[in-house]
């Protein structure tokens, strides 16, 4: 045996003897006890699988989970896809819903499937592991390894229970256990992202899944089908599967409130800090089930040098409010306002604030620019104001400027934007993707590692039509640029047209 081999082999034994230490059984209880216990724990799904797995179990169940647990073990013939994000525990909990239905007998022939035989072999693992080591099984159940009949990718246990690992593309022929078919179909880890960058190859292994794996079920019994995937591609199979599943539960790692999904493992400051050290991008593909692709609408994001104020006829500063006040919630929308000033056909963003914030944080984001400004253009205030915000514009935002004025003696005036706006995310495209196309919307390179102006960067790469993404950014820089615009007319002299304007040839023509 080769070296690897024998590390491979100890491993092994370690993980069995973890398993065995954590499962101990209580001798004292009689034949009749026990018995009477496990009918207990199989009608009670939720206890059965925390008292056979506290090794795995070792959070409390998050409601999403129980509801899954449930949802699933009511249906004998029932199709779910589990899109939930990293550290929502899909595959455990998965596992622990099949050993129940075959250590029930409720299900006889398990086949799992994967992007690769190997990875279908090591996530068959836990559950070969456990019926080979976990003393409660045995104890309630019996010992399950049966002679002659016990591989990493095929076993059949005592109990006449079959296991099989098979990898995308391989011939799921010979599935059968006796005369009974499979009956759970478990497919995990199917999308690669690898593969998702290939339309033919997801295609391929989509056919496979429906021409060759999907018919080894018997159509007069019914069969448990369970995808787990997360959503790493628009196009992918686990979108493919979730489209005709039963039921296709979508979770992520925060809600949309911007709280943990499931804060008995998973809290703010764990969540964060994994979050910190990982792209937007990743973070949206691997936690929020968001595959959007860096750069869809706004394909660069250019940076240059801000010219001096004094050359700037006039600079707006314009602010989104956002509904609501939060701060540090990560699913709320962001307040924003920019610092904004335009010369000849470019567009700068001087400063940029944008996070979730308080409302007096966020007026105060308006003193802070006027500031730096300090009077070395003219400044033109607005806030964003339609017939739903002007409430809340009169009645919060008015009092608080003022506030400001008296407190700090400085001369801030914001005027409401009221004009009436179309939708957002086709505003945002038509107004600003051809400035940036042209190289014409210029961020502060001064600014390049304020957290502010990276966010700002991270709504433009990350902006999409369907706004999957916060893009209250790019809104404020759409307004602010509106208002530059109306300003640079405003300020521009009359344009006097003569009789020789008119000839056929003049510039003033169309």
């Given amino acids: 045996m080769k070296q690897i081999d024998k590390n491979a082999l100890l491993d092994w034994e370690k993980y069995k003897e973890a398993i065995y230490r954590s499962t101990p059984v209580d001798t004292s209880m009689s034949h009749a006890e026990r018995e009477k216990h496990r009918l207990y724990l199989e009608a009670h799904p939720i206890e059965w699988i925390k008292f056979f797995f506290p090794g795995y179990a070792k959070y409390e169940f998050a409601d999403f989970q129980k509801r899954a647990i449930r949802r699933i073990l009511a249906h004998d013939e029932w199709y779910e896809v589990l899109s939930w994000s990293r550290e929502l525990a899909k595959s455990t909990i998965t596992m622990f819903v099949v050993l129940f239905l075959a250590l029930t007998g409720k299900k006889r022939n398990i086949l799992l499937t994967s992007n690769s035989r190997d990875n279908a072999v090591r996530l068959l693992a836990p559950y070969r592991?456990?019926?080979?080591?976990?003393?409660?099984?045995?104890?309630?159940?019996?010992?399950?390894?049966?002679?002659?009949?016990?591989?990493?990718?095929?076993?059949?246990?005592?109990?006449?229970?079959?296991?099989?690992?098979?990898?995308?593309?391989?011939?799921?022929?010979?599935?059968?256990?006796?005369?009974?078919?499979?009956?759970?179909?478990?497919?995990?880890?199917?999308?690669?992202?690898?593969?998702?960058?290939?339309?033919?190859?997801?295609?391929?292994?989509?056919?496979?899944?429906?021409?060759?794996?999907?018919?080894?079920?018997?159509?007069?019994?019914?069969?448990?089908?369970?995808?787990?995937?997360?959503?790493?591609?628009?196009?992918?199979?686990?979108?493919?599967?979730?489209?005709?599943?039963?039921?296709?539960d979508i979770v992520n790692i925060r809600d949309k409130n911007g709280r943990s999904t499931w804060p008995e493992k998973n809290t703010e400051e764990h969540i964060d800090r994994t979050l910190s050290k990982i792209s937007t991008l990743s973070q949206q593909h691997e936690y929020?089930?968001?595959?959007?692709?860096?750069?869809?609408?706004?394909?660069?994001?250019?940076?240059?040098?801000?010219?001096?104020?004094?050359?700037?006829?006039?600079?707006?500063?314009?602010?989104?409010?956002?509904?609501?006040?939060?701060?540090?919630?990560?699913?709320?929308?962001?307040?924003?306002?920019?610092?904004?000033?335009?010369?000849?056909?470019?567009?700068?963003v001087i400063k940029s604030r944008l996070a979730q914030a308080l409302n007096a944080e966020f007026i105060d984001w308006y003193v802070q620019l006027l500031q730096f400004v300090a009077g070395?253009?003219?400044?033109?205030?607005?806030?964003?104001?339609?017939?739903?915000?002007?409430?809340?514009f009169q009645q919060v935002f008015k009092p608080l400027v003022q506030k400001v004025r008296k407190e700090k003696g400085i001369d801030l005036y914001i005027r409401g934007d009221e004009e009436k706006k179309t939708d957002k995310a086709t505003r945002i495209e038509a107004n600003l993707e051809p400035v940036n196309r042209e190289g014409n919307l210029i961020l502060n390179q001064d600014e390049r590692d304020n957290p502010h102006m990276e966010e700002l960067e991270d709504q433009?790469?990350?902006?999409?039509?369907?706004?999957?993404?916060?893009?209250?950014?790019?809104?404020?820089?759409?307004?602010?640029?509106?208002?530059?615009?109306?300003?640079?007319?405003?300020?521009?002299?009359?344009?006097?047209?003569?009789?020789?304007?008119?000839?056929t040839k003049n510039k003033y023509r169309i």
């Fill in 288 to 348: 929020f089930n968001n595959p959007i692709s860096e750069g869809e609408i706004f394909k660069d994001v250019v940076y240059g040098k801000i010219p001096a104020l004094s050359k700037f006829r006039a600079l707006v500063i314009y602010g989104d409010p956002a509904p609501g006040e939060s701060k540090g919630k990560k699913g709320k929308s962001f307040k924003a306002v920019m610092l904004m000033g335009k010369i000849a056909d470019k567009v700068y």
């Fill in 129 to 248: 592991a456990n019926l080979e080591a976990n003393a409660r099984i045995e104890a309630y159940y019996g010992k399950q390894p049966s002679l002659g009949n016990w591989t990493e990718d095929e076993f059949i246990t005592k109990g006449g229970v079959a296991f099989r690992a098979i990898g995308a593309g391989q011939s799921p022929r010979g599935s059968r256990n006796e005369a009974i078919r499979p009956d759970v179909l478990l497919v995990d880890d199917f999308d690669t992202d690898e593969d998702t960058k290939n339309p033919d190859i997801i295609q391929k292994r989509w056919e496979w899944w429906e021409q060759a794996l999907y018919p080894t079920r018997s159509t007069s019994e019914p069969t448990l089908i369970l995808f787990c995937g997360n959503i790493i591609a628009k196009d992918c199979c686990i979108t493919r599967a979730g489209e005709i599943a039963d039921h296709w």
């Fill in 460 to 503: 433009f790469k990350l902006f999409t039509l369907n706004l999957k993404y916060p893009a209250d950014g790019p809104d404020a820089v759409e307004g602010g640029l509106r208002k530059l615009n109306e300003l640079t007319a405003s300020l521009e002299p009359p344009v006097k047209i003569t009789a020789k304007d008119l000839r």
């Fill in 376 to 392: 070395r253009s003219n400044v033109y205030c607005y806030m964003e104001n339609n017939k739903l915000q002007d409430p809340f």
